[in-house]
């Protein structure tokens, strides 16, 4: 779809797409971006942790966003999902406006996210867990619930089978009852990605999903984000540390160093970009 | 029930099975806020406060305005008791009112500050109720009435609001303490409940899993308040009771943190044993009265060091039966 939208276009843009954007001729940047985040930053006090952060994710893409510690990549997230609000700039998914609205209205709108530090409900069930994300969706109110109305029954019902139907797919089905807390770390993490898909997102961010796996454990993920994506026709935006399995699954990296947005490209692009090398590695005196 | 009980046990055990059942009442909705929201409130006993006053002016001067005395009018089920029974829900009304106005700065404020704050709240409605005007009890008084008495409120001041007709039986407490486990049976198991359980892990996951956690902390307090409210108006008639300025105070409050903290956070049925252990437990050893708080904090002090999760944690009692009696439960459970 995406690449038939881009032959039409293409002879038009030619022209100006050589002169402003080196990567222009991708064909997701033809189409109109799912999430579109303009100029965002946000200081706290005299510490400007992102600046002008600019993205366009188009449907179901699959971006990257590295950077060196403390560069600021889980505070775009934070900022992405409203969990800090934006100095300035535009962010809107769709149509809907997403600057200055609560983490919830985020969410609803269509942007999940799991966490580098694992954030479970320890004490409630795996079920739960993605039930609880699940019922997002859900209408019934109050009176519903205490009156155990048709209404409720139905949801609650849907909710389940869809909750249970969620954890085979991640192969956690027969965990369903257990404690969050009781899971080991793989399966946790695993679970962090159920709950995120549970809201039904049209984005989602993956937090460091590889942190604390092992080299296996990491080629399964690389396999099981790439089938997320196919299955649930989901964008993705994953932060992650672990170059290898980055380079080899996004179609487009953003690197971020102190905040500022260092390069955007294809994996090959990065790689071999000085401004990224010079920030991972250092730079030469003779650069400067 | 109501004829029955009385008669077996003589006024003594039946005021105890009354006692009981309102400490129930207040232990089941203080665990919707403190257990399972996670907001710690220590102010509990001001909603019920607030709902016996309400409840108590509401019966005391409607008796005096429809049958010319405050005594109890009608027999079971008779036009009084259906009075006290409405006060009683109105009572629990107001009630949420004041948890509305306690619950918004919960949106704020967390852990410590929070339970200042709700701690503040059953002082100043304890200062407050003291400094209210002496009862009207005499028809001439009342006939006379007119708009400049409203102000402060004729209920008695420090020495407790006096008179209030003492319809509350084993029947109503028992009835309206179903009503309250039942709803907070069923806000437990569902999405509310889930929701309000997940602000009390991790507040900042369940915003991102699309939890309006404003909303949801706002809701525990109100519904708490609401059924402390009711329990309230359920006190303030029971007989050998005066409802008194000192009853918002801490100390009352404090019974039923207790109660929610040693039933286990979130455990419906677990916080009613609680209730019933420690609300009979001093009767029954009333010559140690005196030492009642050393005891309730010593056994503070072990709960936290052994079982800091309370008797029963998030679970039910029926989930420590043996393995048959909870598979013929769970069929019901959802």
């Known amino acids: 779809m995406g690449c038939l939208r881009f032959k039409e276009e293409s002879s038009v843009t030619d022209l100006v797409s050589k002169t402003q954007y080196r990567d222009r001729r991708l064909p997701t940047e033809a189409v109109v971006p799912l999430l579109d985040v303009d100029q965002i930053g946000i200081s706290f006090g005299g510490l400007k942790a992102v600046q002008q952060f600019s993205l366009r994710l188009p449907r179901t893409a699959l971006y990257g966003l590295i950077g060196p510690n403390g560069a600021g990549k889980t505070t775009v997230f934070n900022l992405l999902t409203g969990v800090y609000r934006p100095d300035c700039g535009r962010m809107r998914i769709g149509e809907q406006n997403l ?7 985020i969410t609803a709108a269509g942007i999940a996210r799991t966490f580098q530090n694992i954030r479970l409900f320890p004490n409630l069930s795996v079920l739960d867990n993605v039930r609880l994300a699940g019922q997002i969706r859900n209408t019934h109110g109050l009176a519903d619930t205490l009156l155990r109305t048709p209404r409720y029954r139905l949801q609650e019902d849907l909710l389940y089978h869809k909750g249970m139907e969620l954890l085979s797919i991640f192969d956690l089905q027969n965990r369903a009852r257990a404690l969050a807390n009781s899971l080991s770390y793989g399966h946790q993490r695993r679970l962090e990605i159920v709950r995120a898909l549970a809201t039904e997102p049209q984005v989602l961010l993956l937090d460091e999903p590889a942190a604390g796996l092992n080299p296996q ?28 399995l980055v380079m080899d699954i996004c179609e487009r990296i953003v690197v971020l160093d102190h905040g500022v947005t260092i390069c955007e490209g294809t994996p090959a692009m990065v790689q071999n970009d000085s401004a990224v090398i010079a920030a991972y590695l250092g730079s030469s005196p003779t650069d400067n | ?20 059942g309102i400490a129930m009442i207040l232990a089941v909705s203080l665990n919707i806020v403190n257990g399972m929201t996670g907001q710690f409130s220590i102010g509990h006993a001001g909603f019920m406060t607030v709902g016996g006053y309400a409840a108590g002016l509401l019966t005391f001067y409607g008796s005096h305005w429809l049958w010319g005395a405050a005594g109890k009018h009608g027999g079971f089920l008779g036009s009084g008791e259906w009075m006290y029974a409405a006060s009683c829900v109105v009572g ?18 967390r852990g410590d500050y929070l339970a ?10 304890r200062v407050v109720l003291q400094q209210t ?7 001439a008084a009342i006939q006379s009435w007119n708009w400049s008495q409203v102000l402060p409120l004729p209920v008695g001041g420090a020495i407790g609001f006096d008179g209030i007709p003492k319809y509350t039986s084993v029947f109503w407490v028992y009835t309206f303490l179903t009503i309250t486990v039942v709803v907070a ?8 409940g889930r929701a309000m359980i997940s602000v009390r892990e991790d507040e900042i996951a369940a915003q991102a899993m699309g939890v309006n956690t404003s909303r949801q902390k706002v809701l525990a307090f109100v519904m708490a308040a609401f059924f402390a409210g009711i329990a309230g108006g359920l006190f303030a008639h029971e007989s050998g009771v005066i409802i008194s300025p000192k009853d918002a105070g801490f100390q009352r409050s404090f019974d039923y943190v207790i109660m929610a903290v040693l039933g286990g956070r979130g455990s419906v049925s677990g916080v009613m044993l609680a209730a019933m252990i420690l609300t009979s437990l001093p009767e029954m050893l009333r010559d140690f009265e005196q030492y009642r708080l050393i005891v309730y904090a010593l056994l503070l002090i072990l709960m936290m060091l052994v079982r800091p999760q309370g008797l029963f944690g998030i679970h039910e009692v029926w989930h420590y039966f043996p393995r048959w009696v909870a598979s013929a439960s769970r069929r019901k459970a959802p």
């Open chain 1, 99 to 105: 600057l200055g609205r609560k983490p919830h209205e």
């Open chain 1, 217 to 244: 454990e990491k080629r399964a993920l690389a396999q099981s984000i790439q089938e997320i994506r196919a299955r649930f026709q989901v964008a993705i935006l994953l932060i992650e540390h672990d170059m290898s």
């Open chain 2, 1 to 20: 029930m109501h004829f029955t009980l009385p008669g077996c046990l003589g006024p003594y055990y039946s005021r105890i099975v009354v006692d009981v």
């Open chain 2, 92 to 109: 629990g009304l107001a009630a949420a009112g004041a948890g509305y106005i306690v619950g918004l700065p919960s949106l704020r404020l």
């Open chain 2, 116 to 125: 200042i704050v709700t701690l503040g709240f059953g002082e100043i409605l």
């Open chain 2, 133 to 139: 005007g002496k009862v009207l009890d005499d028809p």
């Open chain 2, 185 to 192: 049976y069923r806000l437990k198991y569902s999405g509310i």
